[in-house]
């Protein structure tokens, strides 16, 4: 399985973004798809999910502001980005899990910035 992130850049604070995530294979055969984010100096976090049921899971410090979405047509796994701040600063992983396989994209840099 490979995942290609792609959408990164550097934002205004206040600003919006959307990442895409596209896969190798069938994104709705993944257990569980999501993003990660590791910025400078900190572990790398969960920020938002798919569970294996549908559901969708976000991190608290960024409920209300990003979503999660995925297009059955394009193949593709979008976070929807919006009043970003500069504690958004991170490198954004797309990830999957299926059938005890974990997989992650290479990285796309958010640098939010007046």
């Known amino acids: 399985v490979q995942l290609q992130a792609s959408g990164g850049g550097l934002v205004q604070p206040g600003g919006s973004l959307r990442l895409s995530c596209s896969a190798s294979v069938n994104i709705f055969s993944m257990n569980i798809m999501g993003w990660y984010r590791q910025a400078p100096g900190k572990q790398r976090e969960l920020v938002a999910m798919f569970s294996n049921l549908g559901s969708t899971n976000y991190a608290d410090s960024v409920k209300g502001r990003f979503t999660i979405t995925r297009d059955r047509a394009k193949n593709t796994m979008y976070l929807r980005m919006n009043s970003l701040k500069t504690e958004d600063t991170a490198v954004y992983y797309c990830?999957?899990?299926?059938?005890?396989?974990?997989?992650w994209g290479q990285g796309t840099l958010v640098t939010v910035s007046s």
């Open positions: 990830n999957s899990f299926r059938s005890g396989e974990n997989y």
